[in-house]
Structure formats: structure tokens, C-alpha cells
């Protein structure tokens, strides 16, 4: 094979991939690791084979030893996949007929076969998949793909900085559009707009405008700004494959007293979740840390699930991957790609975000966006 192939991906990243997944993969005692991929998540068979999947489902198969093989339900998809030259051994499928990939998995003769998102496979193709490999002993190996994706290679975190990138270029445009009487799904709109311009191929947004009654995030309203609301967003771009988010909340006039009392609040967790983030932290000690703020100016139970989910996330293939949360034990290894955001309620102004995506290094982290953390003013 060439250095780098016609899809775009250098093989050598497809090995390196391998052999991360074959190392777990033996660590689990696993002979053949199988991954799933309906149409709402294609993080691990896109990891395996670098193709989008645009078809109802897709399997990837990658034995202990030999060459991987991918299965596909659209015709389109098993052609894309022959485009990166990344996989082989490439078949189109039917719900109703998985003769091939089971043909494939008796002829390496698999023991012990991992199955990712197994838990998201369909009653029927659930059983005919058991029906096809039901020699087999099948077990999950969901968490085990999660772990091997949570760390980038160096070819990754370069598209997930060019995914950054877009997200500067989505706030500017988002803060831009921002003015009195305009629409919540205005905003999206011109945002949208310029991402899908400049090669996004998805865009994850939400959107909250109001003052201090505002409890969180939603999809685009008819609501239309008014002065003296904070204007908050999680901007979610896809370029390549990868997602990177930035969390900015922009402010229509002079802010209040209360508004720049949140964002300092809301700033100084930030800040503390960044400082505590370097290779071997775990998500937990990056909530912990974000919390103790919340907690230290006496606003510690809007760190609870009853107003917030996470204080971050990973990113890459899939938008939200490992949760950075108190109680969640996973150690971010240097190269993992996370976002830092305290995101919440509180009584100070309502709902606020702020976030930063950072790459995790031995000795700290590095910011992958150009925006400033600032209550940026927009004038009334």
C-alpha cells in the first residue's frame, strides 16, 4: 500500500489502530471483535474501516490474526469503503441475509467473539446474527472499543484541530448574527450556513437565549432576542469524520452585575478543570476540580444530575465520549481529545456555558480553539 491512501487515511494509521485494538483485544482474551454500527452511531466501524456509513447499518470484523473485513447494507457504502482502500474484504449485506459475515467469522474459526454495541443491535438482526455465529461465545465490547478510541493518534488530533478550527469560525458568525429581534433558529441558521460552507459535514448545536429563568439548552426556538439576554450555545462542528464543541455565552447590552458575577464563577471552574487535566488524571479529578469551585462560592448542588449531566466529554469520531464526571473512574491517557465545560444552572443568571477543547498532554493540556473565554457584550 501507498503512504497514504486514496481516501485520505495513511495506512500506517489503520495499522496503528490495529494493533491498539488487537492489544486489548488479547488482554480480553477475545479471538474476533466484531463492531455494530446503526445509523445514529458509526464512530467504530468508521475507526475500523475510515469510510462513512450512510446505510440503515454497518458490521466491521477484525479477527486476532489476518485481515479485517467490512459489511455494509447500502451498495454506496460498500463502495466508499473500497475508496479509502483501507479494508479488503468488503461485502454488501440485508438485514435478512448475514450469510457473508458469518461465512467470514466460521472460516477463522472464532472462539470468543467481542461484540461493540451489541446493547444497540435490533431484535431481528440481534437473532439472526446469534442464529449465524451461535457456535461462538459473544460478549460486549463496548467499553473496550471505547477505551482504544478515547486515545488519538497524532493524524487524529490534526482533524480534530481543523474541526476546531470551524468551531472559532461557527462563534464568530454565531456572535456576529446576534441582535435585538432577531431569531433563536435565525442564529442556527447563518451558523449552519457557514459551517456546511467551509466543509462541515454535521453541525451538533443548541441554543438558549433569556436571563435568569433559563434552565438549559434546546434546539432552535422562534424566540427572538431581546436586550439583556445571555445568549448561550454548544457549538458542535463535524469535519472528516471528527467533532470538536466550543461553549461560549454572548451577552445582548451591558451585562448586570449578576451576569458577570456568572460568568467569573463559570470562568474560574473552567480554568480549574484545565489545570487539573495532564495525562493519568481521571475524569473524575477533572469534575472534582470543576465542582470545588461551584462548591467553595456555595453553589455545590448545581453539580447535581437534578440541574446538570456532565463537566465535560471526549471527542473524536463520536461527539461525546468518555463523560468527564465525578464517579467515573477512566484515566485520560496523553493524546486524549476531551472538552472542559461546567455547564449549568445556577441563580446568578440561569443556565451558562463555557468550554474549551484541549488535547491531553503529559504535563497539561493543549487548547485546541483561538476563541477568548469572555462574556462577549453585543451592543443592544
Request: one cysteine or more; glycine letters at 8%; aromatic letters at 6%.
Amino acid at each position: 500500500m501507498n503512504a497514504t491512501v486514496s481516501g485520505g487515511v495513511p495506512d500506517t494509521e489503520l495499522s496503528w489502530r490495529q494493533e491498539r485494538l488487537r492489544a486489548a483485544m488479547l488482554e480480553a482474551e477475545l479471538d474476533g471483535l466484531l463492531a455494530y454500527a446503526p445509523a445514529w452511531r458509526r464512530e467504530n466501524v468508521r475507526y475500523l474501516t475510515g469510510a462513512p456509513i450512510t446505510g440503515e447499518f454497518a458490521f466491521a470484523y477484525l479477527p486476532a490474526t489476518g485481515e479485517p473485513a467490512a459489511f455494509f447494507s447500502s451498495e454506496r457504502d460498500t463502495r466508499a469503503a473500497a475508496a479509502t482502500a483501507l479494508v479488503s474484504d468488503r461485502h454488501t449485506i440485508r438485514f435478512d441475509d448475514v450469510a457473508p459475515l458469518r461465512d467470514r467469522i466460521a472460516a477463522d474459526r472464532v472462539g470468543r467473539l467481542g461484540v461493540a454495541h451489541a446493547e444497540m443491535l435490533p431484535a431481528g438482526l440481534r437473532d439472526r446474527l446469534a442464529d449465524a455465529v451461535a457456535h461462538l461465545e459473544l460478549c460486549s465490547a463496548t467499553a473496550l472499543m471505547d477505551a482504544v478510541r478515547l486515545v488519538k493518534s497524532d493524524w487524529e488530533i490534526e482533524r480534530l484541530r481543523a474541526a476546531a478550527a470551524l468551531c472559532d469560525e461557527g462563534w464568530r458568525v454565531f456572535v456576529e448574527t446576534l441582535r435585538v429581534g432577531v431569531a433563536e433558529y435565525e442564529v442556527v441558521a447563518e451558523v449552519e450556513a457557514a459551517l456546511k460552507a467551509r466543509g462541515a459535514e454535521d453541525n451538533f448545536m443548541l441554543i438558549a437565549s433569556g436571563r435568569d429563568e433559563v434552565r438549559g439548552m434546546t434546539p432552535p426556538s422562534e424566540r427572538r432576542l431581546q436586550p439583556g439576554d445571555l445568549v448561550r450555545t454548544e457549538l458542535t462542528p463535524q469535519l472528516n469524520g471528527y467533532w470538536t464543541q466550543i461553549c461560549r455565552t454572548a451577552v445582548i447590552g451591558t451585562p448586570s452585575d449578576e451576569q458577570r458575577a456568572s460568568f467569573e464563577l463559570f470562568e474560574e471552574a473552567t480554568a480549574a478543570g484545565l489545570a487539573a487535566l495532564r495525562a493519568g488524571v481521571t475524569a473524575h479529578d477533572v469534575a472534582a476540580a470543576e465542582n470545588d469551585v461551584f462548591r467553595r462560592h456555595g453553589y455545590g448542588e448545581y453539580c447535581t444530575s437534578r440541574h446538570t449531566r456532565v463537566r465535560g466529554h471526549g471527542h473524536g469520531l463520536h461527539f461525546d465520549e468518555v463523560p468527564i464526571m465525578e464517579g467515573v473512574e477512566t484515566v485520560l491517557e496523553a493524546n486524549a481529545v476531551v472538552v472542559v465545560h461546567p455547564n449549568t444552572f445556577t441563580p446568578l443568571a440561569g443556565y451558562q456555558v463555557l468550554g474549551d477543547p484541549v488535547a491531553v498532554r503529559d504535563g497539561g493540556c493543549e487548547p485546541l480553539v483561538r476563541s477568548p473565554r469572555e462574556l462577549t457584550e453585543v451592543p443592544a
